[in-house]
């Protein structure tokens, strides 16, 4: 069944419809069990048992969803940690499903394996970390964090005499795990999937503002006897703030211990001069995981998995077939084969949105966009800090922005339901879109501000759309 010119053009105009749209539309549409299962309805009943042709598929697909679709890529959603996708790299996301290419090696598609090559070593210049770092290009920072630990589970074994590739855990010496108190859900999933276990981390406690305390680090590796793996984080999920990453990193190291860095967001502050200060010590990490789908802006899914020894990340990733029988001639130090750094054989050419990114940017575009983000962040608070009862939890460091709504009757209680109140009346006003969250012990509204098309102007029509609905909720 080949795809026509008249049904890529339609889907070309469909698709240029939504996206033409995102400035007005609203961001979010009415939601719920009844809407869901409104569009389960449309969209679903038995298989046809005769295919339909390709050009009524989409349309009814289109259709059947609409009300589903988040304006998620427009420049008023600021729900969890959303970027949006920069035009070039929505251009290149197109291409990648045309060319419709394995990303597995250098002889499944050399395409692919050259893009992420040649984006990896840009990469790590903006992030100022050597060239000899490796880069796997994962489907998001869950992955990348658990191929950074898999490759510190490698190493550190590795200390022990223990071949975990080859033996697994069952019998293994022990290696002890500290995380931060606030670290993401994500490290934990990754310690789970990796065997390691996810309630077996010591947990350090953390500052107001979210940042692991080192003191407390200090005296907790002090108590440990055995290989050490350090979670620490760039970019408090609420917060925004930056752990103390040069005083954890000296600490790691007295311990010969591994240091990683969940800096799904955080991370992007590296390539703004004005802001890379925060990451002080970032270059001492043993691995980093950062997203490219968040504050990069390319499509859904990209996530980067950085490592620092190479042969750790390699060891603990590659996987070798009789079927695949690499280039004899070739040298693997010279020649890219994408699988030896992710834990994905077969899988989407990531590399040719970032490529197509980073280009268009450039790396002064790329600082502008993340000062830009972080700049309006704090329009954000100070617009919404001017409202009556209306409190800014956190320090505006980075794109992050935590508040809550006093009600005039002010207990712990009673804000903690007016600001969910106040949540609820933001989703459904449509005229932008933010999350909730607990932090500390109190309900919060969560403001993120990470897309390239957000303005000044969407800044104070969210601020003045919030502050009504809070007003009606007061």
Request: aromatic content about 6%; overall charge negative.
């Amino acid at each position: 069944m080949q795809a026509t010119p008249d049904l890529l053009r339609r889907t070309c105009d469909l698709a240029l419809e939504f996206l033409n749209s995102l400035d007005t539309r609203p961001v979010a549409l009415p939601a719920g069990v009844a809407s869901f299962a409104a569009m389960a309805a449309r969209a679903g009943g038995p298989l046809p048992a005769r295919g339909e042709d390709p050009a009524q598929v989409i349309e009814h697909l289109a259709s059947a969803i609409a009300p589903g679709l988040l304006a998620s890529p427009g420049p008023r959603f600021f729900g969890f940690v959303i970027g949006g996708s920069l035009p070039a790299a929505l251009a290149a996301d197109w291409l990648t499903s045309a060319w419709d290419q394995n990303a597995f090696s250098s002889i499944s598609s050399p395409a692919a394996a050259v893009a992420e090559h040649v984006a990896a070593a840009w990469l790590l210049e903006i992030f100022g970390l050597p060239a000899t770092h490796s880069i796997g290009f994962t489907t998001g920072c869950t992955m990348a964090s658990f191929t950074c630990l898999a490759a510190a589970r490698h190493a550190l074994y590795s200390q022990l005499g223990w071949d975990v590739e080859r033996l697994g855990l069952a019998g293994a010496p022990p290696v002890t795990i500290v995380a931060s108190d606030e670290s993401h859900v994500s490290i934990f999933a990754a310690l789970q999937m990796l065997g390691l276990g996810r309630d077996r981390a010591l947990r350090i406690p953390t500052d107001p503002q979210g940042r692991m305390r080192t003191d407390a680090l200090v005296s907790t590796l002090a108590a440990i006897d055995t290989p050490v793996l350090v979670c620490a984080q760039a970019g408090n999920v609420n917060t925004g703030a930056i752990d103390p990453l040069a005083d954890i990193a000296a600490a790691v190291r007295a311990r010969r211990g591994w240091l990683h860095v969940d800096g799904a967001f955080g991370l992007w502050a590296a390539a703004s001069p004005s802001l890379r200060p925060l990451l002080a010590g970032i270059e001492l990490a043993d691995s980093l995981a950062v997203d490219g789908h968040k504050w990069l802006n390319v499509p859904y899914d990209c996530g980067l998995a950085i490592v620092a020894d190479r042969a750790a990340h390699w060891n603990a990733m590659t996987l070798l077939a009789p079927y695949y029988q690499p280039d004899p001639a070739a040298d693997p130090h010279q020649i890219r084969d994408n699988h030896n750094w992710t834990p994905e054989a077969s899988r989407r050419a990531r590399g040719f949105t970032v490529y197509a990114a980073l280009r268009s940017l450039g790396r002064n575009g790329v600082a502008e966009m993340i000062e830009r983000c972080c700049a309006l962040a704090r329009r954000m608070a100070e617009r919404l800090s001017a409202g009556p009862g209306v409190e800014i939890l956190n320090d505006v460091v980075l794109n992050q922005v935590l508040v809550r709504f006093h009600p005039a009757a002010d207990t712990d209680a009673t804000t903690d339901a007016n600001t969910a109140a106040v949540i609820r009346r933001v989703q459904q006003d449509g005229t932008c879109w933010l999350s909730a969250t607990d932090w500390h012990g109190m309900h919060a509204m969560r403001i993120s501000v990470s897309n390239w098309s957000t303005t000044e102007a969407d800044i104070d029509a969210s601020a003045a759309a919030i502050l009504r609905c809070a007003a009606h909720a007061g």
